[in-house]
């Protein structure tokens, strides 16, 4: 394995993490942000779905943006960008600032998130086995530490710019350091192309798209509900309603780290199907809890299984479309956001109308819905990734030194 590549795992790597640390610092401080800015429970929801709105136009943009210009150019100023506007979220005057602050927020991520994926997939062809996972696992990481300074931050009560402005100030120049060492995959040679002419056909891309949408609606379902559904329905303690997530996230971290040996051993279709059973089975557990322990348990379930659903559907775009994975990868990614804009208001109107353990089985069928379309995840004869890894690495790609 070349040092370019290595440099180049490395410093994407890093980026996956700060982007983890932004987001996190972002969405967990929301009623924080609410009360700086006198936001009305009735508008905050309009505040909270742009971003994601946003981060689809941001991400469809990013696909006609790379046929000009290589994604980590795009990656280079696009999270630089998301990290000022955190910033400028936490230091507006404000709601009309904040407005603009979590508006190109929403665009530099979903420009962020699609190039960034863009160079893992590129980056695993080039090595020729699954290293998709550990990319996420430094997402996850970095969300476990920008939530924890988070907590620092509302612990000491801390005013938002001055929580965001030290993690703003050692992240961006870190990442515009190590993004020197991107590296930027070439397109598949002609006789790997496959079936698929070096074009994206939605067609065969539609069933991953839904599963990225499923593994989202179970993802948006702890991150909105988890707290709530302890404290409300198990009867825990307001503190203990904090924890779920934070397991949520550990375990999530702790399958991705292990993920990749998994896909090497079994192959990537096998991974998913466990994945899809043990979240279903999480859901199962959470929603038929006795209290709150039991369901402590089901929310570390949920993390192990939904952790490895989407690493690999981005990862199986790029195999499916070898000579079209960036925009393959472009039009995936806004599935992430629809999955997100569907399933914390679905389970919310679910159990408001009915009832929250109930509404736990809606992302529980979805995310067994994934089992019809694990064969989309197999590595086929005609594209890299047979045998689930390649012996040496034939293609390095080329550097991004240049501006």
Same mark, same amino acid.
């Given at each position: 394995?070349?040092?370019?590549?290595?440099?180049?795992?490395?410093?994407?790597?890093?980026?996956?993490?700060? %982007?983890?640390?932004?987001?996190?610092?972002?969405?967990?401080?929301?009623?924080?942000? %609410?009360? #700086?800015?006198?936001?009305?429970? *009735?508008?905050?929801?309009?505040?909270?779905?742009?971003?994601?709105?946003?981060?689809?136009?941001?991400?469809? +943009?990013? /696909?006609? =943006?790379?046929?000009?210009?290589?994604?980590? #150019?795009?990656? #280079?100023?696009?999270?630089?960008?998301?990290? @000022?506007?955190?910033?400028?979220?936490?230091?507006?005057?404000?709601?009309? /600032?904040?407005?603009?602050?979590?508006?190109?927020?929403?665009?530099?991520?979903?420009?962020?998130?699609?190039?960034?994926?863009?160079?893992?997939?590129?980056?695993? &062809?080039?090595?020729?086995?699954?290293?998709? $996972?550990?990319?996420?696992?430094?997402?996850?990481?970095?969300?476990?530490?920008?939530?924890? $300074?988070?907590?620092?931050?509302?612990?000491?009560?801390?005013?938002?710019?001055?929580?965001?402005?030290?993690?703003?100030?050692?992240?961006?120049?870190?990442?515009?350091?190590?993004?020197?060492?991107?590296?930027?995959?070439?397109?598949?040679? =002609? /006789?790997?192309?496959?079936?698929?002419?070096?074009?994206?056909? !939605?067609?065969?891309?539609?069933?991953?798209?839904?599963?990225?949408?499923?593994?989202?609606?179970?993802?948006? +379902?702890?991150?909105?509900?988890?707290?709530?559904?302890?404290?409300?329905? =198990?009867?825990?303690?307001? %503190? @203990?309603? +904090?924890?779920?997530?934070?397991?949520?996230?550990?375990?999530?971290?702790?399958? &991705?780290?292990?993920?990749?040996?998994?896909?090497? &051993?079994?192959? *990537?279709?096998?991974?998913?199907?466990?994945?899809?059973?043990?979240?279903?089975?999480? !859901? *199962?557990?959470?929603?038929?809890?006795?209290?709150?322990?039991?369901?402590?348990?089901?929310? +570390?379930?949920?993390?192990?299984?939904?952790?490895?659903?989407?690493?690999?559907?981005?990862?199986?775009?790029?195999?499916? !479309?070898?000579?079209?994975?960036? *925009?393959?990868?472009?039009?995936?990614?806004? !599935?992430?956001?629809?999955?997100?804009?569907?399933?914390?208001?679905?389970?919310?109107?679910?159990?408001?109308?009915?009832?929250?353990?109930?509404?736990?089985?809606?992302?529980?069928?979805?995310? $067994?819905?994934?089992?019809?379309?694990?064969?989309?995840?197999?590595?086929?004869?005609?594209?890299?990734?047979?045998?689930?890894?390649?012996?040496?690495?034939?293609?390095?790609?080329?550097?991004?030194?240049?501006?």
């Amino acid at each position: 394995m070349t040092d370019v590549l290595r440099r180049g795992r490395a410093s994407l790597a890093f980026s996956f993490f700060a %982007q983890g640390a932004a987001f996190a610092l972002l969405v967990t401080r929301i009623p924080a942000v %609410q009360d #700086r800015y006198g936001i009305s429970d *009735a508008l905050l929801p309009v505040f909270l779905a742009a971003v994601p709105v946003l981060a689809g136009v941001g991400s469809v +943009t990013t /696909e006609q =943006l790379v046929k000009r210009i290589p994604p980590s #150019r795009l990656l #280079r100023w696009s999270q630089p960008v998301v990290l @000022l506007a955190l910033l400028g979220a936490g230091a507006g005057g404000g709601i009309a /600032e904040l407005a603009v602050a979590l508006g190109v927020f929403g665009l530099a991520v979903g420009a962020l998130d699609a190039s960034m994926n863009m160079l893992g997939v590129s980056l695993q &062809r080039s090595y020729g086995r699954s290293i998709m $996972l550990s990319f996420h696992a430094a997402y996850s990481l970095g969300g476990i530490v920008g939530a924890s $300074l988070a907590w620092v931050g509302a612990h000491w009560q801390l005013p938002l710019w001055v929580s965001y402005l030290p993690v703003v100030a050692v992240l961006l120049p870190a990442a515009l350091v190590g993004s020197r060492w991107y590296v930027d995959g070439d397109a598949a040679p =002609l /006789e790997d192309q496959g079936a698929t002419g070096g074009g994206v056909v !939605f067609k065969l891309l539609l069933p991953l798209c839904l599963v990225m949408t499923f593994a989202y609606v179970g993802d948006s +379902t702890v991150s909105n509900w988890s707290a709530k559904y302890l404290k409300d329905v =198990l009867g825990s303690s307001e %503190q @203990l309603a +904090t924890v779920p997530y934070n397991v949520y996230m550990v375990t999530t971290l702790v399958g &991705r780290a292990l993920g990749d040996f998994g896909v090497r &051993r079994f192959g *990537a279709a096998a991974v998913v199907r466990l994945g899809a059973l043990v979240a279903a089975g999480g !859901f *199962a557990v959470v929603a038929s809890a006795p209290g709150a322990w039991v369901g402590m348990l089901g929310f +570390t379930l949920l993390g192990l299984g939904l952790c490895v659903l989407v690493p690999q559907t981005f990862a199986a775009a790029g195999r499916l !479309f070898p000579g079209a994975s960036d *925009a393959a990868i472009a039009r995936l990614n806004i !599935f992430n956001y629809v999955g997100f804009l569907v399933g914390s208001p679905l389970v919310g109107a679910l159990g408001d109308a009915w009832s929250y353990r109930g509404a736990m089985f809606v992302p529980m069928v979805l995310v $067994l819905v994934t089992l019809v379309y694990a064969r989309s995840f197999a590595a086929q004869p005609d594209r890299y990734g047979g045998g689930h890894e390649r012996p040496r690495t034939a293609d390095v790609g080329r550097g991004s030194n240049g501006l």
